[in-house]
T-cell receptor, first 110, second 112 residues
Framework: GQSLEQPSEVTAVEGAIVQINCTYQ??????LSWYQQHDGGAPTFLSY????GLEETGRFSSFLSRSDSYGYLLLQELQMKDSASYFC???????????FGTGTRLQVFP | DSGVTQTPKHLITATGQRVTLRCSPR?????VYWYQQSLDQGLQFLIQ???????AKGNILERFSAQQFPDLHSELNLSSLELGDSALYFC???????????FGEGSRLTVL
């Protein structure tokens, strides 16, 4: 089977740095993606790691290690608007379907 | 605005009924995906179409069906509705192999 596990909830204060981990049990995928979803809203794409290593996009960075079946999203200089749910996802060979992780609710406090 | 359009935004219906959700992908995107998200739950993959053909299937119930038309819009049909079918249904489209899906705003279905 395929599964991607994330912590259910993370809390932090404004200006801090937070890391959201994603461990997976799947194989044969193109890469690891991260999505943000505010309550009641649509998921929006944040980043994509096709290769092992770190990808940086502004305040957000994402990391993938295929050998460790592990990835993370790093959010720096947290802002209140970063309070949302964050999902990791893998896109599979042959089908391109995206399977999402369990999701992590991030709460940022003043 | 992601460029993906879903209708209707909200739908309230009764158990046993049938509904159709519609999705227009971004211009040029050939892949369409359908996801179900129940309250405070993750995104469950239902089905994917690519250029009119079914490409991948997830845990889609037999009461549910979908298709993608020649103009690339897609419809998700939900029949014999049950209370547990109440959820947000998202459609997404993508450029192949990009890992980036563009989601519509979703159709919120409430079954009473």
């Amino acid at each position: 089977g395929q599964s991607l596990e994330q912590p259910s909830e993370v809390t932090a204060v404004e200006g801090a740095i937070v890391q959201i981990n994603c461990t997976y049990q799947t194989s044969g995928f193109y890469g690891l993606s991260w999505y943000q979803q505010h309550d009641g809203g649509a998921p929006t794409f944040l980043s994509y790691n096709a290769l092992d290593g770190l990808e940086e996009t502004g305040r957000f960075s994402s990391f993938l290690s295929r050998s460790d079946s592990y990835g993370y999203l790093l959010l720096q200089e947290l802002q209140m608007k970063d309070s949302a749910s964050y999902f990791c996802a893998v896109s599979h060979y042959n089908t391109d379907k995206l399977i999402f992780g369990t999701g992590t609710r991030l709460q940022v406090f003043p | 605005d992601s460029g993906v359009t879903q209708t209707p935004k909200h739908l309230i219906t009764a158990t046993g009924q049938r509904v159709t959700l519609r999705c227009s992908p971004r211009s040029g995107d050939l892949s369409v995906y359908w996801y179900q998200q129940s309250l405070d739950q993750g995104l469950q993959f239902l089905i994917q179409y690519y250029n009119g053909e079914e490409r991948a299937k997830g845990n889609i119930l037999e009461r549910f069906s979908a298709q993608q038309f020649p103009d690339l819009h897609s419809e998700l049909n939900l029949s014999s509705l049950e209370l547990g079918d109440s959820a947000l249904y998202f459609c997404a489209s993508s450029v192949e192999e990009s890992g980036e899906l563009f989601f519509g705003e979703g159709s919120r279905l409430t079954v009473l």
